[in-house]
């Protein structure tokens, strides 16, 4: 057999084992071999949720511009609402993966239990203000009296609904630090395809259910999630995991729980900064128009699917670097980020040349009209020109987070997201009257700034003596 073959028969049976679970420990071994089994599955995993995103938009932009803009603006407010359950995952991922590097796995238990009491009381409070206030949160964001009246069910059903988006998330970070991202996955691929099964059917009606339009789309993505949450706890309370439920571990731990909220601190404030001028960009972009505002928030779901196998890669170094340091080898650590990087950088160069050269072609799949498709894809090809800064820097991040440090990441944030890309956007959109291209290009000068200020200081090395 050619070395050709034999190496295509390697990766192969890598990939099998990476999905299947079957390999827990990344504490020894070839780093470039552990780096590989723990991003197949985060990969695929992000790449569903990448599907998700194009599948919604895909069919609700068949309803109306409306529909569109209205799913950008909810998007925008919820993402602000959730940087909580993302610093809750942080700290999740960090925790869980150290504790499986000391081989405490009842620790790892234990900690897992608190971040689910936290998600649920979370997503509590976002219920009950999503089901009353849905037409105020959509008029805060700038949105017109036609599109709050046309899109408000939307808005009402998936915040009303958020546990089972909040746990799906923190659950999955649970057990990505325990390093089964293989179920993380499976998670997923149960979710969205529910979704791209029942999306067309609440939407635009099937039978006996009637047409939903916008809303329908929230109605499946709920029931969606819903039924792989239960599948998450099934496999916690009986299934194949490394963490293990049991009913006397279902009690308030306090301090178990106060050093969860303390990691998460920092993670909750690092996405805080970074929605809450999601949000301002979003209400800056409304300016425009509706049709401006429905081109960019295709182009942001199409380039979703290539942040989130990137985000995958960025995952996987964040376990790698949690487990090592649990086990006492920081510069193994190290090593699992540098390369987990370059991997990250090579593929998204590979997506911007894409996006650069068949950028107008991709939105006209989701939408021919003519403003929609000119803004679009002017925002896919600005954005991907910073593809290689994004690669490097958005696992960088992740490795800061991996480690606990979650304060470092949050102060990088705040200089590129607060101090420097929101008054570069309102200068250059409407000061300068650059119009939407001053937000593109405010974006992705943000973003490489990020990666620049992250790599300066994850040299220094202080992420290796963080405690949790």
Do not use: H
Not at 121 to 150: C, H, N, R, T, W
Not at 377 to 398: D, E, N, P
């Amino acid at each position: 057999m050619s070395s050709d073959k034999l190496s295509l028969v390697k990766i192969l049976k890598y990939f099998k084992i990476a999905v299947t679970g079957k390999e827990q420990d990344f504490t020894s071994g070839s780093i470039r071999r552990a780096v590989f089994m723990l991003a197949i599955p985060m990969i695929l995993e992000m790449l569903m949720e990448s599907i998700f995103a194009v599948v919604d938009i895909f069919y609700v932009s068949k309803v109306s511009v409306n529909a569109v803009a209205t799913i950008g603006l909810t998007e925008s407010v919820v993402t602000l609402i959730y940087a909580v359950a993302i610093g809750l995952s942080m700290a999740a991922t960090a925790v869980v993966a150290r504790r499986i590097g000391e081989k405490d796995l009842k620790g790892a238990s234990q900690a897992s239990v608190q971040v689910i009491f936290l998600g649920v009381a979370v997503a509590a409070i976002i219920s009950v203000i999503g089901i009353l206030y849905p037409k105020e949160i959509l008029g805060l964001m700038g949105a017109e009296q036609q599109l709050i009246e046309d899109g408000f069910g939307y808005t009402q059903i998936l915040l009303g609904g958020n546990v089972t988006i909040m746990l799906l998330f923190l659950i999955n970070a649970i057990f990505r630090g325990a390093g089964n991202a293989s179920i993380a996955m499976w998670t997923l691929i149960v979710s969205n395809g529910l979704n791209i099964i029942l999306d067309p059917i609440f939407i635009f009606g099937f039978g006996p259910v009637p047409a939903y339009g916008v809303e329908g789309a929230a109605i499946a993505t709920t029931i969606g999630r819903g039924t792989a949450v239960l599948f998450q706890l099934g496999i916690l309370f009986f299934g194949y995991s490394q963490i293990k439920i049991a009913l006397n571990d279902l009690v308030l731990q306090t301090k178990i729980m106060f050093n969860l909220i303390k990691v998460s601190l920092g993670g909750i404030g690092q996405f805080l900064i970074g929605t809450s001028s999601w949000v301002f960009l979003m209400r800056i972009m409304s300016e425009f128009g509706s049709e401006v505002l429905a081109g960019y928030t295709i182009a942001i779901r199409v380039m979703m699917f290539t942040f989130m196998p990137a985000w995958g890669m960025s995952n996987a170094a964040a376990t790698l670097v949690g487990q090592n340091l649990g086990a006492q080898k920081p510069d193994r650590a190290e090593d699992s980020v540098w390369k987990t990087g370059k991997y990250n950088a090579i593929f998204m160069v590979l997506v911007s040349i894409i996006y650069l050269v068949f950028a107008k072609q991709i939105i006209l799949l989701f939408n021919t009209d003519v403003e929609v498709v000119k803004y679009g894809s002017l925002c896919l090809q600005v954005i991907a020109a910073g593809y290689i800064f994004y690669g490097y820097g958005m696992v960088v991040i992740q490795a800061f987070n991996g480690a606990g440090d979650t304060k470092t990441p949050t102060w990088i944030n705040f200089i590129c997201f607060w101090m420097f890309q929101l008054p570069l956007a309102y200068i250059t959109a409407v000061t300068l009257d650059f119009g939407p291209l001053g937000v593109f290009i405010s974006i992705t000068l943000a973003e490489v700034l990020i990666a620049v200020i992250g790599i300066w200081w994850f040299r220094k090395g202080k992420w290796k003596s963080v405690k949790v």
